[in-house]
């Protein structure tokens, strides 16, 4: 992921949009009103269908690191972003997104010596089902930040919330899992935060190839119960969102 694939849907979309409005202004010069309201209508539908054609594109899958299974297995430090949780009877459980991430995480671990886990409350709550103490790798589950049902955290902030637990960890490289079609996403978000802090800039991001993390379709949150949705938000609005979130907005502890 970059800026220029981040907004190209929507450079797209303005090309097309300023197309139309010229033949807007031919058909009023020659007053067909029906005319008008339905190339408007058809311009609303090309806008959601075009701004979201190139990244398919260019595809949202996240690029694996050189030799990652390597990588996975000398990195001690893991960062896993949550997808969504399901609520049964004003209790959180993981859903099957989180299950899948945090098993994927286990997996690919490889029963190292240590592995501190840094993870969203729904990825924890994953861990702390599967009874995490039955392995004997995992050094700590890290909570990345408070959870609260009235406040929602984006990629963006949550990856601030991340590399904060990784400085007072005092280690500068961390695995990175999420949804695959979250994933690129993540890493750049964590990538330009540590760039933005000279403290920071030397920390290193291990992408690990991640596949078939399924939707749940009970999630709370409606983008992520089908890849349908997420695609039309990742493309739409959450990657041209947190590529111009001013970094100084981001309120953390």
């Known amino acids: 992921m970059s800026t220029f694939t981040a907004l190209l849907p929507f450079f797209y979309a303005v090309i097309f949009s300023l197309s139309m409005f010229s033949l807007c202004i031919r058909i009023i010069r020659k007053k067909c009103m029906i005319g008008v309201l339905s190339l408007g209508i058809l311009a609303l539908i090309c806008f959601f269908s075009v ?10 899958d996240a690029k694996t690191s050189t030799n990652w299974e ?49 993870m969203q409350e729904g990825v924890m709550v994953a861990a702390q ?43 500068k490289r961390a695995v990175v899992y999420a949804h695959e079609m979250q994933l690129a996403r993540a890493v750049y978000d964590l990538q330009r935060i540590a760039a933005a802090n000279p403290n920071w800039r030397d920390m290193e991001f291990i992408v690990p190839w991640i596949n078939n993390i399924p939707f749940d379709p009970d999630s709370e949150h409606p983008q992520t119960r089908s890849p349908e949705k997420f695609f039309r938000r990742e493309v739409i609005l959450a990657r041209p969102l947190e590529i111009l979130w001013p970094l100084w907005c981001i309120k953390t502890p």
Request: glycine letters at 4%.
């Open 51 to 60: 701004a979201s054609f190139p990244e398919r594109f260019f595809t949202i």
């Open 70 to 118: 390597n990588e996975v297995r000398t990195t001690k430090t893991a960062i896993l972003f949550g997808f969504g949780f399901v609520m049964e009877d004003s209790i959180m459980k993981p859903g099957l997104s989180n299950t899948a991430l945090y098993k994927q995480a286990i997996t690919n671990a490889g029963y190292m010596d240590t592995l501190h886990l840094i």
């Open 129 to 171: 089902a599967d009874s995490a103490a039955c392995y004997p790798f995992i050094r700590d589950l890290i909570r990345m930040h408070p959870h609260s049902s009235d406040q929602y955290i984006n990629t963006l902030i949550a990856a601030k919330y991340a590399i904060l637990k990784m400085d007072s960890l005092k280690t």
